[in-house]
């Protein structure tokens, strides 16, 4: 046959009060006891002084983690990124000092191609000018001169024609004077006579 279990004889409920008092375990004991690790355990644990030493640990591990990287990584990156955009500032700024230097040059060597060519260009006026002058004079010279000798040829033919009327004035006052002379006297007028009609002509 099964065995049952004997069943605990019953004790009355004031001799376990007892018992539990004689063994410090009395119900408020208890209940404070729960209330006051409950309490503990909700608090925050980085004020309790038992985790102190790891919170610290941990802080100065991941300082010096940040001060690694920091030193290591981002600083250097950041001092090269500053050096470049230095370097990059200083060679456009050097650039465009050389690119104004060489646009000075270049316009003082156009200012000084302007002044020759200025000076070029009055020379060859000049020049011109003098040419001119001077085909003006000589072809004033021939026509002068050719006029010249034309006004001779006029006065010389106007000589030779003044001559020549000259002459026959003389032989006509000639042939007049006798004519009047044998009209007059009826007689016809001696060579002497008419000679000296001609001299008086």
Known sequence: MASHPTASPEVPVETAVDQAVAAGHSPETHASTEVAGHGQSGGLPQFETQHWFGQIAYLLILFFILLILVSK????????????????????VESARQVQSEAATQAAAAQAEVAQARAESRGLAASAKARVTEEAARRAAEEEAVVNARIAEAEAAIGKTRDAAMTNVASIASDTAAAIVERLTGKAATAAELAAAKGTV
């Open 73 to 92: 990584v981002f600083a250097p990156r950041l001092r090269r990124v500053m050096t470049e955009r230095a370097d990059t500032i200083s060679a456009a």
